[in-house]
């Protein structure tokens, strides 16, 4: 896996995915916080990107093995968070990079046989339960196990009701943790401390490069909590760098990872303005 630069606590690689985590060692990160590509939601017009699947089954095999990988490099009781968002089965047009509203869109989702048209996928949903299963079915106790789900309210969508459907103004923050050890009590336990709420309220943020960066207080308050001071944090989608930035201002080691040569270079520019905490080690 090739480095891209090191600031500080922080590291980024320019790798895909899979292959970016398999040179991870194991039982090495604290915590794990990512964004994938969201099914037929953006084309980022990278070759290799996830999210461009044929089916919502195929997304959610490519999602099961690269995550086969993110229980590997976890430490046991560690957490994992995903940020995901549902899609509906519709020819919707589909955003490609240098696009913007009103263009011609390049690209539509493919229709899916066995829903109607426009009902909810609930990728989250289908998600947590191919997580649930454990890799190697002789040992059960050895995968990623589902602890709640979280809610990203955006306070500033721009997103409008239309006919029966309710405005997309929320993402789902998919909360799992890594057990690696026979429980005798089938109780397993987080490193970490709770949130004060399951909703968390953050405007969206704009980034004159990456189309959806994770907002800087959001990354904050997921690492804070999830992740034990001095704590070791990874972004297998790293793009801008938000998550890194917050994990190495708040004293905490950090991994990026990301496919793209362009967003790996705007994440250099926006993690340069480190604090004084992240300069210690």
């Known amino acids: 896996m090739k480095i891209a630069w090191e600031i500080g606590k922080i590291q980024y690689y320019l790798a895909d995915v899979i292959q970016g985590l398999k040179s991870l060692p194991d039982n090495s990160v604290d915590l794990v916080v990512y964004s994938p590509p969201f099914w037929w939601m953006n084309n980022y017009r990278i070759e290799g990107q996830g999210g461009l699947e044929p089916t919502v089954q195929k997304y959610i095999n490519w999602m099961a093995r690269l995550n086969q990988q993110v229980l590997r490099v976890a430490k046991h009781r560690g957490s994992v968070l995903i940020d995901i968002q549902d899609s509906l089965n519709a020819e919707s047009p589909v955003r490609a990079k240098g696009e913007r509203k009103g263009s011609k869109w390049s690209f539509r989702r493919p229709l899916q046989a066995g829903y109607f048209e426009t009902e909810a996928f609930d990728i989250p949903g289908l998600l947590v339960q191919r997580l649930r299963r454990p890799p190697n079915k002789l040992n059960p106790f050895y995968r990623l196990y589902f602890k709640q789900r979280l809610i990203w309210r955006k306070t500033n969508s721009g997103s409008m009701a239309k006919g029966s459907f309710t405005p997309y103004d929320i993402s789902e923050i998919l909360h799992f943790g890594a057990n690696k ?73 950090a991994i990026g990872i990301d496919l793209s040569q362009e967003y790996s270079e705007r994440a250099f520019e926006y993690c340069r303005q480190l604090n004084l905490l992240s300069m210690v080690s």
């Open 181 to 253: 050890r026979f429980l005798k009590r089938n109780r397993p336990t987080l490193a970490g401390n709770p949130w004060s709420s399951r909703v968390f309220e953050f405007p969206v943020d704009s980034d004159p490069i990456h189309p959806c960066p994770m907002p800087y207080g959001l990354a904050w308050e997921l690492i804070t909590h999830a992740c034990p001071q001095g704590g070791v944090v990874l972004d297998c989608f790293a793009g801008r760098g938000t998550t890194l930035k917050a994990a190495a201002d708040s004293g905490r080691q």
